[in-house]
């Protein structure tokens, strides 16, 4: 049945084509090859980086004028890394591969949300949150990131008691930052793990703290402690 201006009815919409497996699995395999290619293009890169060097490289011919030879030898360095069309390259095979390859991700810890300090930028971002019973541990995740040009060396974090309203403590000799100091090269992203022991003595409740990164006075994070009551 068709409408007075000539389109078809809803009841003859292609369905069968949007949801036919076969023609899905065509496109999904499309999108693998896209991506496998650009992958081996940049593998392919950096092996000829390894084994020429950029001396190697920039042997070819260069113009007359020093300003002209300098521009000349920035231009192959940037076209031989990449520098307009990696990110994006990353970007996204990184965004099609969570996509696909959902199980393939490592395991989040619960008690982090979005945690994570940049050290380039100088911001903070998310909160530690976690839960435990007296005589658990509980165990967050927190990244450390330096999108930046510069070398940071080693980080250390550290973080001091939390506190209850009512004014309970958890010391600060349970809680444990694993590694203690993480090398943050430039351009890198590491993951610490935070965990905290609870006593048994310790009250149900909440306890609260902060995560501060020595050295770096306006970067900080909120740590909260819930202690559950004790099985029974």
């Given at each position: ?17 949007v ?22 293009g ?7 980086i390894?084994?020429?060097?950029l ?17 000349g ?13 990696i ?36 911001v ?30 080693p980080?250390r ?40 022991h609870?006593d ?12 501060l990164?020595?050295?770096y ?16």
């Amino acid at each position: 049945m068709e409408r007075g201006n000539g389109a078809a009815s809803g009841g003859e919409l292609p369905w069968a084509a949007v949801f036919d497996p076969a023609a899905n699995m065509r496109a999904l395999t499309g999108i693998q090859a896209e991506g496998l290619r650009a992958a081996s293009g940049l593998v392919d890169r950096f092996i000829r980086i390894a084994a020429t060097g950029l001396n190697g490289i920039e042997g070819g011919a260069e113009t007359s004028t020093g300003d002209s030879r300098g521009n000349g030898r920035q231009d192959r360095r940037a076209d031989l890394f990449g520098a307009t069309d990696i990110e994006p390259l990353l970007r996204s095979w990184l965004a099609m591969m969570e996509q696909m390859l959902p199980g393939a991700a490592p395991p989040e810890h619960d008690g982090a949300e979005g945690a994570a300090l940049d050290f380039s930028r100088s911001v903070a971002s998310g909160r530690i949150e976690l839960t435990a019973h007296p005589q658990e541990t509980a165990r967050a995740e927190v990244w450390l990131r330096n999108p930046g040009r510069a070398d940071l060396g080693p980080v250390r974090l550290r973080c001091g008691d939390l506190l209850a309203a009512d004014g309970g403590t958890v010391p600060a000799t349970t809680v444990r930052i694993d590694p203690a100091a993480v090398p943050m090269p430039a351009r890198s992203s590491r993951g610490i793990e935070l965990s905290v022991h609870v006593d048994a003595g310790v009250a149900p409740g909440w306890y609260r703290g902060m995560l501060l990164a020595q050295g770096y006075p306006e970067l900080w994070l909120p740590v909260g402690l819930r202690v559950c009551e004790p099985d029974a």
